[in-house]
């Protein structure tokens, strides 16, 4: 089972530019990374999916190296409402019998 | 606007009883998943029902167990309820098994007591 690793915690500003690193050694060959923002008393929210190289779509861009040990997701210019907590889950995608397991979560502090 | 509607939302138990939490999935949906919040903590995965059928399981005992109804509808059950159960219920629906994009309820807050 891939087991995720992110920073507690990270602060930034409005209008900079935020990567938020997971590690994830044991990522298996059929594994995707997804990652997901969470705002308090509401259900995770998926941002961004990938399996290798880059993804961007119009919220964020998700960085993943060759050997896919670590992924990067990248949120550019970051408002306040950008405060939340982002989990790193890594598992199969479709057709696979797979536990989905979370990271522990990065609690963003964006500051004005 | 996701579509997944959980129910109650708020749930008080005592230790030793049971509790049932339901999950209605988005239109077109066939994967429900559960998980389990504690406070301060990432969700941890309970199991995902596809189709009806159990698609894998996380590190729960037994006496957690669920049920996929023919419209897709999930039941999440309990029983022996422990001081430790407290904790944001949350189901996901998606498209289809493993990690597809999944879409979150707002969860149920129980509460053991």
């Known amino acids: 089972l891939a087991k995720t690793t992110q920073p507690i915690s990270m602060d930034s500003y409005e209008g900079q530019e935020v990567n938020i690193t997971c590690s994830h050694n044991?990522?298996?060959?059929?594994?995707?990374i997804t990652w997901y923002q969470q705002f308090p008393s509401q259900g995770p929210r998926f941002i961004i999916q990938g399996y290798k190289t880059k993804v961007t779509n119009e919220v964020a861009s998700l960085f993943i190296p060759a050997d896919r040990k670590s992924s990067t997701l990248s949120l550019p210019r970051v408002s306040l409402s950008d405060t939340a907590v982002y989990y790193c889950?890594?598992?199969?995608?479709?057709?696979?019998?797979?536990?989905?397991?979370f990271g522990q979560g990065t609690t963003l502090q964006v500051k004005p | 606007e996701t579509g997944v509607t959980q129910s109650p939302t708020h749930l008080i138990k005592t230790r030793g009883q049971q509790v049932t939490l339901r999950c209605s999935s988005q239109?077109?949906?066939?994967?429900v998943s559960w998980y389990q919040q504690a406070l301060g903590q990432g969700p941890q995965f309970i199991f995902q029902y596809y189709r009806e059928e159990e698609n894998g399981r996380g590190n729960f005992p037994p006496r957690f167990s669920g049920l996929q109804f023919p419209n897709y509808s999930s039941e999440l059950n309990v029983n022996a309820l422990e001081l430790d159960d407290s904790a944001l219920y949350l189901c996901a629906s998606s498209a289809d098994r493993g990690a597809e994009t999944q879409y979150f309820g707002p969860g149920t807050r129980l509460l053991v007591l």
């Open positions: 239109s077109g949906h066939n994967t």
């Open positions: 889950l890594v598992g199969p995608f479709s057709g696979n019998t797979g536990k989905l397991i």
């Open positions: 044991n990522i298996a060959t059929n594994d995707y």
